[in-house]
């Protein structure tokens, strides 16, 4: 049907504007505030950019210093009949991250039920779960370690606890939002067909979210690692001690060589999580292309 442009109204413009807004531009006014709102984003990036002194000179001339500090005193790296003792405290290090991460992911996995709003029905309970969640992990590790430290002395199980804390509130917030997000028609046949409570959540939500799940924990515990690596500093164990020492006193070319374990054993660590991480939720065989034969036969 053709349709001629004087015979569109005003309120025919209107709603097809409404349903195919990508085949209109934008009108003025709409225009004039894209225009006013890129103008105001450029205008605090060069405010923020001159205010901390990205574009003085101290900027250019501090570039310029850092490179030949990394040139000509971190490497060569030294050091390397430290290696088994670097290595040992960067087992430590693991071990803390790993701890950590299960300590937070055992205690999360139940409260996330709590936080997920179709799951739980009272509002002041999944509201009050949020929160708790939010205070946990406000506080960046190094705050958590230096309270821990305070209270139960130096070592790795105040890094532990630290990586704990926060990653309990982290844990919740992903386990949850990976709840909320769950297809509603199997647990809707889960119940349709019977099942009570806990068969609902272990038939019908558990095998939806718990991919989800083990990938953030998987992803986590990589972060983990690298926390775990400067808790050190505070005194809450592992090789962020030893790195915070040598560069203490100075002694860059042994720091660098300890910087390269940490780096070689983030490296290792992401391909061993990525290998389980295949293999728990079968990650590689949804990449692999659909086969030819399967494109080809009718639906």
């Known amino acids: ?16 504007r409404e349903r195919l807004p990508g085949a209109f531009s934008p009108d003025p006014a709409e225009r004039v505030r894209q225009w006013l ?48 003792m670097i290595l040992k405290v960067m087992g430590e290090t693991i071990a803390m991250a790993f701890l950590g991460t ?28 949020r929160r708790f969640a939010d205070l946990l992990r406000s506080f960046d590790y190094l705050i958590w370690a230096l ?43 889960i119940v349709a067909a019977g ?3 806990l068969q609902r959540i ?7 979210v718990l991919p989800m799940m083990l990938s953030n924990t998987l992803y986590m515990f990589e972060h983990n690692v690298r926390s775990a690596s400067i808790l050190g500093i505070v005194g809450a164990g592992g090789i962020g001690f030893l790195l915070a020492d ?13 910087i390269m374990v940490v780096i070689v054993t983030v490296y290792a660590i992401d391909y061993l999580s990525k290998i389980l991480r295949e293999r728990l939720i079968g990650d590689e065989r949804r990449r692999q292309p659909v086969d030819d034969a399967e494109q080809a036969a009718p639906a």
């Open 202 to 208: 272990r038939f019908g939500v558990l095998p939806q």
């Open 37 to 84: 709102l890129g103008a105001c984003a450029a205008a605090l990036t060069v405010y923020c950019l001159y205010r901390f002194g990205f574009l003085s000179t101290n900027f250019l001339h501090g570039l310029t210093k850092f490179a030949s500090v990394v040139v000509a005193q971190l490497f060569p790296p030294t050091g390397w009949d430290s290696l088994p």
């Open 246 to 258: 040598r560069l203490r006193a100075y002694e860059l070319q042994e720091a660098c060589l300890i």
């Open 102 to 129: 299960l300590t937070g992911a055992l205690i999360a996995f139940p409260l996330s039920f709590f936080a997920a709003k179709n799951m739980m029905r009272s509002r002041p309970v999944q509201f009050g779960t």
């Open 1 to 16: 049907m053709t349709v001629r442009l004087a015979d569109l109204t005003p309120a025919d413009i209107a709603a097809e």
């Open 147 to 189: 309270i821990f430290v305070r209270a139960i002395g130096l070592g790795p199980l105040a890094g532990i606890m630290a990586i704990a804390i926060v990653e309990t509130g982290t844990f919740i917030k992903l386990y949850s939002e990976a709840i909320e997000n769950l297809e509603k028609k199997q647990v809707d046949g």
């Open 195 to 197: 099942g009570n409570g």
